[in-house]
């Protein structure tokens, strides 16, 4: 048998597939995330086939006897006679000796990586994909005996968050998000000196032709009903947009809560009271929650004067 079928091999086939199915979650491309998450996860049901015996990994056709020898070591077949099992088939072995367990979520995404390589999938179910791909990868993991830093590299702390069921999934996705931000701004800057990346990070943020992310105020009438801010951005480190909206008002004094955070820098976002709260869990401490703006009913736009500032 050639080294293309052994464990090793499918095992790092697996890796790089994976690692290209999250750079491709995160940018967001989930028709390629479902193929590649689809192609890890047969790569590695294969290693673990050939873990346990390489015949494990013949497929059943007419030239099965052959294919059988081939894999055991004892015939040499021409490179485009080679056929192994596809990643159905490989689950349900798996399955069979009790490796794996049924799993719908899983099945899913084996048919959206069929699906792929024809038609575009529901983006929206694609999306989801993550829990069952990093559940049935750490479960192949587990018993090849590899630890999942080994396979997973930058993406372990990603990965081990989508399937932290004590979480919510609104928490686990903006956590996810953050990562996958973070990763997509450093891979701009390989290659490049140190100095480069630092001088994006410090260079002003926003640049001045860029007027919707500058600090603003939008009023209706005499009321100010949003407020734009200034916020550390938790992927990248750079500068990035709080947006406020009004949640109590009176004639002295309006209080707004934050409801969204972009930045242009990484391309990371979150809107919303659920993100946002989930956003200042994810160890993002430094975030305004809260801010109240003092004002008159004869005052203008530039005499109203910031109160108080509230960190959540």
């Known amino acids: 048998m050639n080294d293309s079928l052994s464990s090793e091999s499918f095992f790092q086939g697996a890796k790089k597939a994976a ?10 491309e989930y028709d390629e995330f479902a193929l590649h998450a689809g192609v890890a996860v047969e790569k590695l049901a294969k290693a673990v086939l050939v873990s346990k ?23 040499q077949l021409d490179e485009e006679r080679v056929r192994t099992v596809g990643a159905s088939e490989a689950i349900k072995r798996l399955q069979k000796i009790g490796v794996l367990q049924k799993d719908s979520q899983l099945d899913l995404l084996i048919e959206m990586r069929n699906g792929a390589a024809h038609t575009s999938p529901d983006s929206v179910l694609a999306k989801g994909m993550i829990s069952p791909l990093a559940r049935t990868i750490e479960t192949l993991l587990n018993d090849l005996g590899k630890p999942l830093d080994e396979f997973w590299g930058r993406w372990t702390n990603a990965v081990k968050n989508a399937v932290n069921e004590q979480e919510d999934q609104v928490f686990r996705d903006v956590q996810l998000r953050i990562t996958q931000a973070r ?8 290659g490049l000196p140190a100095e480069v990346k630092e001088g994006a990070l410090k260079a002003p943020q926003p640049r001045k032709e860029e007027w919707f992310v500058k600090p603003m105020e939008i009023r209706d009438g005499d009321m100010l009903v949003l407020k734009t801010s200034g916020g550390d951005c938790p992927a990248c480190g750079g500068q990035g947009l709080l947006t406020f909206e009004p949640v109590r008002h009176t004639a002295t004094e309006t209080t707004f809560t934050a409801n969204g955070f972009g930045c242009y820098l990484c391309n990371f976002e979150v809107s919303g009271p659920d993100e946002m709260a989930a956003l200042r869990k994810a160890n993002t401490p430094g975030l305004m929650a809260t801010v109240s703006v003092s004002h008159g009913p004869t005052l203008t736009p530039e005499e109203i004067k910031m109160g108080e500032t509230q960190a959540g």
Do not use: K, Q, T, W
């Open 19 to 28: 690692h290209r199915a999250m750079d491709d979650h995160g940018r967001p």
């Open 53 to 75: 015996n390489p015949v494990y990994i013949a497929e059943i056709r007419n030239n099965s006897a052959d294919m059988v020898l081939h894999v055991g070591g004892h015939l």
């Open 183 to 190: 990763h997509a701004f450093e891979d701009r800057f390989v």
